[in-house]
């Protein structure tokens, strides 16, 4: 039987970490986010776990880096000043291949920026962030359930892809708190981390690295890793599509933002303007076939963030200029409400077609609603 | 016929690729022959810097990990955290350890992380060309520092060790020499004694080894050992600097 509790989000991430069997966690203060640094505290106490308050976010995210090459679940969170100080570790990670999870309860920036929630971080999240070829698997959640539930999953697709997957939410998910049923956690049993640092007992010494200075060898490695980004651009896409089947405009938005326009979508059809929501959870690797698809059938799209547009460019690269691609969003710790969101496709929805710029290879052209 | 003398069982055949006189060479011996001597070959775990030791995971039969520059003590307390029956040591270099690298090792040391640490301190950069490092005397002429390092621009040599002695997670601290047999031999006592008291989980020990660098100090290889008995030990003199393993 599961237990219903009411928590805030970031106490969830913390009990999904601890129902996948993450036992070591390393982190430093920082705010909206240090529920959850508290909660694993307490809880890795209880379990005899590991927890390690660090000295900074660049010894945190190098102990995730031990304690992951030496076989164990390991999750370090932040918000985001200090995911910047953590890309360093992370692309070693992602070098090393080494399964890990990072949360960013990301906060508005630039800079020391404020407290408040934001999405300003969806290009560091899935773009790169450190240096060189890498991805992370990063999963937008949108709700303390979902906090909970892609947390503990989180660890399972790490380890299966030998990936550092980043939780990207924001100071709203991280703060509110909401019912949560906290569920057993299944998942398939993986095989054993033969490479994992353990002792080089009646084997072969284990070496974890990413420097490769033999010619050729480098190019290989991210040959390989690249590879096991196309695997997981197969296998791992989800994403939720609210009343898209009869959808004139589509409102693509992630997390916090989601939700707000879930709100917009039926206020929308309540006004006779049939909306329709495509809510991507893995952020990378991006949904972008069913954005394509339904640009098919819509007159335009719009995106809401809370940042100066930075998915927006992502749903530009699925829609490929099939139909426009519209952007509302708010910055520096503003969050969209929905009557904003609505005024916004009003404004839309009076936009003159002529006034648009000539779009090559448009399968539609933009109907005016009468 | 009886084998008296062989590279240790704890070390691969791999030739190493440090430059003629280099000390690095000398330092990986003494580990080797220290692990082999307290039977922890499987059960060693090693975290080489980022510098010439880079790659120090091809000469040793021991689970090794690279660490970014600097971070190494923080991977070190990964690993040991998720292993604490393990021996995990960190081999670091002066830019590794005492620049870049001072907020990692200052912490693990503080807390008192069981780990051994073998410092090699040859007051140069070696991978990168021979810059100035933290532990650059006043005078000496680097890369970066043409006309000698100027206390007034860029300040004084670290003395990280005497640093490290008066956190109280430190158990034992000695600074050593592999210049000649004699400081050879006690440097060996030293790093075996260094992981004693991570065997005996008593807390952070760390061996501090005066190295020589001779390519980036532009001497010989006999030059450069003698400069460290005749300049390099006024600044770093030998010694224990701490010892608290008997108490």
Request: proline fraction near 5%; aromatic fraction near 6%; charged fraction near 25%.
């Amino acid at each position: 039987m599961s237990e219903k509790v009411l928590m805030c989000g970031n106490g969830a991430i913390g009990e999904g970490a601890i129902q996948a069997g993450c036992r070591h966690y390393f982190g430093y203060p920082i705010t909206p986010q240090n529920e959850l640094t508290a909660y694993m505290a307490e809880r890795l106490g209880e379990l005899g776990g590991v927890f390690i308050q660090s000295e900074s976010e660049l010894a945190a995210i190098n102990m995730v880096f031990g304690a992951s090459a030496a076989g164990a679940r390991a999750m370090t969170s932040s918000s985001s000043p200090g995911i910047s100080l953590k890309q360093e570790g992370i692309s070693y990670i992602a070098g090393a291949e080494l399964p890990c999870v990072i949360v960013n309860v990301m906060r508005a920036g630039p800079g020391l920026g404020d407290i408040t929630p934001s999405q300003a971080d969806y290009f560091q999240a899935v773009k790169g962030g450190g240096h060189g070829d890498y991805r992370l698997i990063t999963i937008g959640p949108a709700s303390v359930q979902e906090l909970y539930d892609w947390t503990a999953r989180a660890f399972y697709l790490a380890d299966k892809y030998r990936n550092p997957v980043m939780i990207l939410g924001d100071g709203f998910l991280g703060q509110m708190m909401e019912p949560l049923e906290i569920r057993k956690i299944k998942e398939p049993k993986l095989p054993e981390k033969t490479w994992a640092l353990t002792g080089a007992k009646d084997r072969k010494a284990n070496i974890i690295r990413t420097l490769m200075l033999k010619v050729g060898e480098l190019e290989e490695h991210n040959k390989k890793i690249q590879n096991k980004y196309k695997r997981m651009e197969k296998e791992l896409i989800e994403y939720e599509a609210v009343l898209t089947d009869d959808a004139e405009i589509i409102l693509v938005a992630y997390g916090t933002c989601a939700r707000v326009c879930k709100e917009s979508v039926f206020l929308l059809r309540k006004e006779g303007i049939k909306a329709g929501l495509i809510r991507p959870i893995t952020l990378w690797p991006y949904p972008s076939a069913i954005i394509r698809k339904i640009s098919n059938n819509v007159r335009y799209v719009l995106t809401v963030e809370m940042s100066a547009g930075q998915m927006v460019e992502d749903v530009k690269l699925a829609v490929l200029g099939r139909c426009p691609v519209h952007f509302y969003g708010r910055m520096g710790g503003g969050v969209p409400t929905s009557e904003e969101i609505v005024k916004k496709v009003k404004k839309l929805e009076a936009h003159r077609p002529e006034d648009d710029q000539p779009l090559a290879g448009r399968h539609k052209g933009t109907k005016r609603k009468e | 016929m009886k084998r008296i003398f062989g590279r240790p069982r704890s070390m691969t055949n791999k030739p190493f690729h440090y430059c003629p006189g280099c000390g690095h060479g000398i330092v990986h011996r003494l580990i080797g022959e220290v692990i082999d001597e307290l039977g922890i070959q499987d059960k060693t775990i090693g975290v080489p810097p980022v510098g010439c030791a880079v790659v120090m995971y091809h000469y040793f039969n021991v689970d090794m990990t690279e660490a970014a520059h600097g971070r190494t003590p923080a991977v070190a307390t990964g690993i040991k955290r998720v292993h604490p029956d393990k021996v995990v040591f960190t081999y670091q270099g002066d830019g590794d350890l005492a620049a870049i690298g001072t907020g990692e090792i200052i912490h693990a040391a503080n807390r008192g992380e069981r780990l051994t640490t073998i410092f090699v301190n040859n007051t140069v950069y070696g991978m990168t060309g021979g810059q100035m490092a933290p532990t650059t005397l006043i005078s000496q002429k680097t890369t970066t520092t043409p006309l000698g390092r100027d206390a007034r621009l860029i300040g004084y040599p670290i003395k990280i060790s005497e640093m490290l002695a008066v956190t109280d997670g430190t158990i034992y601290i000695e600074r050593v020499a592999v210049n000649k047999p004699a400081n050879i031999i006690k440097a060996k006592k030293a790093i075996k004694k260094a992981f004693q008291v991570q065997l005996e989980d008593r807390g952070f020990s760390m061996v501090e080894v005066l190295s020589q660098c001779p390519v980036n100090l532009a001497m010989t290889p006999q030059k450069a050992a003698e400069w460290i008995d005749n300049t390099l030990t006024k600044t770093y003199p030998l010694g224990v600097i701490k010892d608290k393993s008997g108490d």
